[in-house]
Every structure is written in C-alpha cells, then in structure tokens.
C-alpha cells in the first residue's frame, strides 16, 4: 500500500483507493498469476481482488471463511476467489473495502468492478475490473480466459447469452 493513499477523513486517518495502483497490477498480472498468491482455475476474482489489494483496499474478516474480505497464505475468505460472494459482500460492507452499485457503465471509473451474470439467474458468474476507459466504454482486463483492455460488453465470449445481466460496482474512493 502506498502512503500517498492516506487521507484524514473527519478528524481521523482514512486511506483511499489507488485507483492508478490497482489498473498497473491488472496490467501486470493480465496474462499470468502471482506466485505471491494461490492461483484457481476459475481465477476471476482472486485476480480482482489481488487488483483492489494492489490499490490500496483493507482486508477484514480472517479467519471466517464466511465473513470479510481477506487472504492468508492457504486461506481466503469466499468473497475473495468467488464472483457472486465479492459482489454481495461490496454491496454490503460497512466499512473498509466497499463498493455501490451503479446503473450504467459510464458511472464507471478506472479500478472499478463489473460482474457478469452469463444465464440473467441472478447468480453472478465472472468479475473483471475496469483498466481504460475510451469514448465512454469501459475496457477491462480478466482471468480465467485471460483478457487485456477488451470490451465490457463481453460479446464476443463463448460464455456470452442474450440474457446475461451486468452488474457495476463503483469502488469507494475512501476506505474509512
């Protein structure tokens, strides 16, 4: 975590999101894992969260699998590798790592996360996070089938349905 993500925020320290921070990891790590972390086959959120880790965001909840946002060695919370438990547990957080669901993806800024429900069931399948943003269309990078500045759209994935639903989440600049 850099300093320059520290902040006072009423009268208390407050870290922000390094929104720059967390679309450099992405750029970094796009094509290949982290030996730091685990790697899974279904890779598409813990690749998102190591990205909101690389900018800045706190990890909270260890050692409940269930609760909290967080890894430890060989031990993670299910927010944290599972697509439908990290949209949950954004939308929910009252502190730390949180996030708030906007309607389009032109609310959308650098480091902030879509998810995708490929069947429209209401069960997300896959995240991605925003890495560029041209003519007002979100570009992301994902795991799982490895991406780089693609379309948001995601029309041309073999996992694409004319009923998938997008869900976007904008990361909350201030960790307080």
């Given at each position: 975590?850099?300093?320059?993500?520290?902040r006072w925020h009423k009268g208390v320290v407050a870290i922000t999101y390094n929104r720059q921070a967390a679309v450099q990891y992405a750029n970094l790590w796009w094509n290949r894992s982290n030996p730091a972390f685990p790697f899974f086959d279904v890779d598409c959120t813990n690749y998102i969260s190591q990205c909101l880790l690389a900018g800045g965001a706190p990890m909270r909840g260890a050692p409940s699998r269930e609760k909290g946002w967080w890894i430890q060695g060989r031990n993670w919370s299910y927010s944290w590798t599972v697509a439908h438990s990290l949209r949950w547990y954004l939308?929910?957080?009252?502190?730390?790592?949180?996030?708030?669901?906007?309607?389009?993806a032109e609310e959308l800024n650098l480091g902030d996360v879509i998810f995708y429900d490929f069947q429209g069931n209401g069960k997300i399948d896959h995240s991605v996070i925003v890495t560029s943003i041209q003519n007002g269309i979100p570009f992301v990078n994902a795991h799982t089938s490895d991406s780089i500045?693609?379309?948001f759209f995601y029309e041309d994935s073999t996992?694409?349905?004319p009923n998938m639903t997008y869900y976007f989440y904008h990361i909350n600049d201030s960790f307080a």
């Open positions: 975590m850099l300093l320059t993500n520290i939308e929910g957080s009252t502190r730390g790592l949180k996030g708030r669901r906007v309607q389009s500045n693609r379309p996992a694409y349905t």
